[in-house]
């Protein structure tokens, strides 16, 4: 079983920058496909960053420049790292993990809150 934490989510003006973290348990993490992803209230859930176990990357468009997702196999852990945050960012953050590279994303965190203020 796949149990996924994320953390650092809070408070930040426009313009300002957070880094996401999510800590994931799994024996054999390295092989896990890993994404980020938001629902901001009223909207559907929506890809924000993907990256596979040969760290291929894949962003939404509205994040492409801005934001970098990147994975430290080593202490089982993906981050997504926040830059020139919009308001329009405001959204709970997801982490989920794709245990059989089939990008099916089967298991998900419990979500971090963002909050972007002008």
């Known amino acids: 079983q796949v149990q996924l934490v994320e953390s650092g989510g809070g408070l930040v003006q426009a313009g300002g920058s957070l880094r996401l973290s999510c800590a994931a348990s799994g024996r054999t993490f390295s092989s896990y496909g890993m994404g980020w992803f938001r629902q901001a209230p009223g909207k559907q859930r929506e890809l924000v960053a993907t990256i596979n176990s040969a760290e291929t990357t894949v962003y939404a468009d509205s994040v492409k420049g801005r934001f970098t997702i990147a994975r430290d196999n080593a202490k089982n852990t993906v981050y997504l790292q926040m830059n020139s945050l919009k308001p329009e960012d405001t959204a709970v953050y997801y982490c989920?993990?794709?245990?059989?590279?089939?990008?099916?994303?089967?298991?998900w965190g419990q979500g971090t809150q963002v909050t972007v203020s002008s």
């Open positions: 989920a993990a794709d245990p059989t590279a089939r990008n099916i994303y089967s298991y």
